[in-house]
């Protein structure tokens, strides 16, 4: 069992900055794929950025050039950081990990979210 707990989320205004973290529980972690996805109210939840065990990463074309994630498996956390956040980036954000992207959002483990809202 794998339980997942993101923290860094809170309100930033527009053109800010935000890292989000996700502090996984197991040993089996660094086998994981990862990922950070995201819904908004009345939105259907989608994914933002992921990385897989290897570092192979890949992202929203809308947060293409202004969102990094990254993982320490040392730590057993992944990290997603947010520069130059725009109002459209507020959403709850949810980590999720599993065996590879392909599956984890189908499969894997869910953390419980962390807001993130951006004002303009």
């Known amino acids: 069992q794998v339980q997942l707990v993101e923290s860094g989320g809170g309100f930033v205004q527009a053109g800010g900055s935000l890292r989000l973290s996700c502090a996984a529980s197991?040993?089996?972690?660094?086998?994981?794929?990862t990922g950070w996805y995201r819904q908004a109210p009345g939105e259907q939840r989608e994914l933002v950025a992921a990385i897989t065990r290897g570092g192979n990463t890949n992202y929203a074309d809308s947060v293409k050039g202004r969102f990094t994630i990254s993982r320490d498996n040392a730590k057993n956390t992944v990290y997603l950081q947010m520069n130059s956040l725009k109002p459209e980036d507020s959403a709850v954000y949810y980590c999720n990990a599993g065996w590879s992207i392909g599956t984890m959002r189908g499969t894997g483990y869910w953390g419980q979210g962390t807001q993130v809202t951006v004002s303009s």
């Open positions: 197991g040993s089996i972690f660094s086998l994981f794929a």
